[in-house]
């Protein structure tokens, strides 16, 4: 098993490398020259050139990846002309904002996940099913930033329960966990569907099992069938399916972050990709990117914890 997760682990960072190189050379060839969106658009010539040759920016685009490869390595993610700051001190910043968002929504959509899908599972074909199917996919089809919005209006400014923006910088986040219910149930709705159903497809697999008619006909407990039996077997695709949900999530979170105006990772990228702040904008990417490749090892983990008989050989 170690050996295949070192394969893995370096797999895992030929993707990384892949993604900031598509990455870097895609910011490069969008429209505007990166020296100009640094000084502004009243600016001299003398100026654009001279920071131009300071940063290297004339050299070929390999050059400048490299370069811009090993930076990290030592812990220098850029820095940020916009917010005249290192890159990785406002990651520093943003990233718990962020981690404390995207856990407590995927720890809530796997928690309610489980009995939801569980329940219709069981009661396949009945009202509740149907009632349970149809509010699934109308989360699942709803838009991350129209349903922040209709959560606002309803929750926000019809009925007064919550804040209409998430806390900021002031006290902390937990100085303020009111403002965080409607981000925080905005980015679960949106998981909780998908994980539901799946939860409730691999639920009804695991019942027509030849294992469960076994186990029926040597008298076990219904609740034990169900509980140590199918139910474990049920959770392997659940499984797969957070560890590869890590992108989707985070892409939500940005939407999430900017409709509540959270200061978290996703709002600083959305700022940085208006105002052209290509250190911000690599930084985040390479972050994403590590931690999208972190969660499908950890799903391959989980794997082998949750069912025994899974082993990963050379």
Same mark, same amino acid.
């Given at each position: 098993?170690?050996?295949?997760?070192?394969?893995?682990? @370096?797999?895992?960072?030929?993707?990384?490398?892949?993604?900031?190189?598509?990455?870097?050379?895609?910011?490069?060839?969008?429209? *505007?020259?990166?020296?100009?969106?640094?000084? *502004?658009?009243?600016?001299?010539?003398?100026?654009?050139?001279?920071?131009?040759?300071?940063? *290297?920016?004339?050299?070929?685009?390999?050059?400048?990846?490299?370069?811009? #490869?090993?930076?990290? #390595?030592?812990? =220098?993610?850029?820095?940020?002309?916009?917010?005249?700051?290192?890159?990785?001190?406002?990651?520093?910043? !943003?990233?718990?904002?962020?981690?404390? @968002?995207?856990?407590?929504?995927?720890?809530?959509? /796997?928690?309610?996940?489980?009995?939801?899908?569980?329940?219709?599972?069981? !009661?396949?074909?009945?009202?509740?099913?149907?009632? *349970? &199917?149809?509010?699934?996919?109308? $989360?699942?089809?709803?838009?991350?930033?129209?349903?922040? #919005?209709?959560?606002?209006?309803?929750?926000?400014?019809?009925?007064?329960? +919550?804040?209409?923006?998430?806390?900021?910088?002031?006290?902390? #986040? +937990?100085?303020?966990? =009111?403002?965080?219910?409607?981000?925080?149930? &905005?980015? &679960?709705?949106?998981?909780?569907?998908? +994980?539901?159903?799946?939860?409730?497809?691999?639920?009804?697999?695991?019942?027509?099992?030849?294992?469960?008619? &076994?186990?029926?006909?040597?008298?076990?407990?219904?609740?034990?069938?169900? @509980?140590?039996?199918?139910?474990? =077997?049920? @959770?392997?695709?659940?499984?797969?399916?957070?560890?590869?949900?890590?992108?989707?999530?985070?892409?939500?979170?940005?939407?999430?972050?900017?409709?509540?105006?959270?200061?978290?990772?996703?709002?600083? $990228?959305?700022?940085?990709?208006?105002?052209?702040?290509?250190? /911000?904008?690599?930084?985040?990417?390479?972050?994403?990117?590590?931690?999208?490749?972190?969660?499908?090892?950890?799903?391959? /983990?989980?794997?082998?914890?949750?069912?025994? !008989?899974?082993?990963?050989?050379?």
């Amino acid at each position: 098993m170690t050996n295949c997760l070192l394969r893995r682990v @370096l797999q895992s960072l030929v993707v990384v490398f892949g993604v900031t190189v598509i990455t870097f050379t895609l910011l490069h060839l969008l429209p *505007g020259n990166p020296v100009r969106a640094i000084l *502004g658009g009243k600016t001299t010539a003398q100026a654009v050139r001279q920071l131009t040759l300071e940063y *290297g920016f004339n050299r070929p685009l390999p050059i400048q990846y490299f370069i811009w #490869l090993g930076n990290p #390595l030592h812990g =220098n993610l850029g820095f940020s002309f916009k917010l005249n700051e290192s890159v990785a001190a406002l990651l520093i910043q !943003r990233i718990p904002k962020t981690l404390f @968002l995207t856990g407590s929504a995927l720890t809530l959509a /796997v928690v309610l996940a489980i009995p939801a899908g569980m329940w219709q599972a069981l !009661r396949r074909n009945k009202p509740d099913d149907y009632v *349970g &199917t149809g509010l699934i996919f109308i $989360f699942y089809s709803m838009p991350t930033f129209w349903l922040g #919005l209709l959560l606002i209006v309803v929750f926000s400014e019809g009925l007064s329960w +919550f804040p209409f923006e998430a806390p900021q910088d002031q006290g902390g #986040l +937990f100085s303020q966990l =009111n403002a965080m219910v409607l981000p925080i149930a &905005t980015l &679960t709705l949106v998981t909780l569907a998908l +994980f539901t159903r799946f939860m409730r497809s691999a639920m009804r697999e695991q019942r027509i099992q030849d294992y469960v008619r &076994t186990a029926r006909a040597k008298g076990v407990a219904k609740l034990s069938i169900l @509980l140590r039996h199918i139910l474990r =077997n049920a @959770l392997l695709p659940l499984i797969t399916l957070v560890g590869l949900s890590i992108p989707g999530v985070l892409s939500g979170s940005l939407v999430t972050e900017t409709v509540f105006n959270y200061p978290g990772m996703g709002l600083l $990228f959305f700022q940085a990709a208006v105002s052209n702040d290509f250190p /911000v904008l690599l930084g985040v990417t390479l972050i994403v990117a590590l931690a999208t490749v972190a969660g499908n090892l950890l799903a391959d /983990v989980m794997y082998a914890v949750v069912d025994p !008989r899974i082993r990963y050989v050379s």
